[in-house]
């Protein structure tokens, strides 16, 4: 299971971007930026492209904050180039998506359904040195909210910037942040 606080391991996987060749992405293509790593089940599927189509509609607020998407299934690049060639909900989206049929990535996160070779609903947020600041896995029947996501983001970049500051549940960018000390202890 991918742990908050741990680095990336090392990967290597086929991208499929509308618009583009085929291109590999790395590890060392990841650090320097924030990434999300946004797996799902399988192409072709019901949840997943209606997350998808979510999260799209916010890629351009995360690329606006020096995020790149990533979305991951087990399926190869060429199976995403010909899921998005045939749906009109995918073959909108901007991202990259990234062919895990050698199970790489879904093994690193620690998020691969072995007995099925699909990979879990999850998200992982990797900051600029490779390591996972937040993470969410959910039933294969519960779809993520791409706005929540893109909070949680401000957040995590928000403590980063400032180190001594913590944001409470339901934080918004530029709501009150708070200073752990021992007089806050009891009084929150």
Known sequence: MGIIGSSIKPFKATAFQKGKEFFDVTDS???????????????FTFVCPTELEDLGKQYQTLKGMDVEVYAVSTDTHFSHKAWSDTSDKIGKLEFPFLGDQLHTLSNN?????????????????????????????????VGRNASELVRKIKAAQYVRANPGQVCPAAWEEGGETLAPSLDLVGKI
């Open 109 to 141: 996160f620690g998020v691969l359904r072995e007995e099925m070779g699909l990979a879990d609903r999850a998200t992982f947020v990797v900051d600029p040195d490779g390591v996972i600041q937040l993470m969410e896995i959910t039933s294969e029947g």
């Open 29 to 43: 293509d990841v650090k320097g930026k924030w990434a999300i790593f946004f797996f799902y089940p399988a192409d």
